[in-house]
């Protein structure tokens, strides 16, 4: 089992739990993308604590196109409630609905945007598969080590402060998220230690 990064992290659901809790819709071209390059750079200064960076050394990563986010497995403290509401309220507008992850943008491994659709299809591809679908995607997505899942990012209105949910899936017992609080200090994004506050972290 991976161990999962975070403040006060608490193992809270198995992989197939939490994903019966994210918000994910069928392509939809009316959906709002995430178009904002600050955005990607948070996305960008988390990716290399993921494990499917970290640990399966991804060349390409895959990222689901829908914004995916867990309501059921948020952080908690006082802090949220003051110095960080602004921040968490602009999280919660962003993600009120779903929202599209766009290609082009500077990350690290290299990246390729893929509608959830086309995932699902994947696992289709190799009849009786023992890995219950896996070795079809593996198959279309060699070297990807899973796909990702993000949310749209909250920040605050100096952009100083920003929350976001990054997840993955990577095999049927083999999988995490959590959400992320972010500072930007000497014009870089970093993972915030905000005393007062427990997060929520799902893995298997």
């Not at 399966?56 to 497995?73: I, P």
């Not at 409630?81 to 082009?104: C, H, I, L, P, Q």
């Not at 023992?130 to 070297?143: C, E, I, L, Q, V």
Request: with cysteine; proline share 6%.
């Amino acid at each position: 089992m991976k161990q999962a990064l975070g403040v006060a992290s608490v193992l809270a659901l198995i992989a197939a739990l939490a994903w019966s809790n994210h918000s994910v819709k069928a392509q939809d071209a009316s959906l709002k993308p995430v178009d904002d390059p600050e955005a990607y750079a948070v996305y960008a200064s988390l990716l290399p604590n993921e494990w499917i960076v970290r640990s399966a050394h991804a060349k390409t990563l895959v990222f689901q196109e829908e914004t995916a986010t867990n309501w059921g497995c948020m952080p908690s403290g006082k802090p949220l409630e003051t110095d960080w509401r602004v921040v968490v309220d602009s999280f919660k507008a962003e993600n009120a609905g779903v929202r599209t992850v766009r290609a082009g943008f500077p990350l690290e491994p290299a990246y390729v945007v893929v509608p959830s659709a086309e995932i699902k299809a994947s696992f289709h591809e190799v009849p009786n598969d023992p890995r219950s679908g896996w070795s079809g995607f593996y198959k279309r997505y060699p070297d990807s080590g899973g796909y990702m899942f993000v949310s749209a990012v909250g920040f605050d209105p100096s952009k100083k402060r920003a929350m976001v949910y990054m997840a993955h899936s990577c095999g049927l017992l083999c999988g995490g998220g959590m959400h992320h609080l972010l500072e930007k200090t000497d014009g870089a994004w970093r993972e915030a230690k905000v005393p007062g506050v427990s997060n929520c972290v799902w893995n298997s």
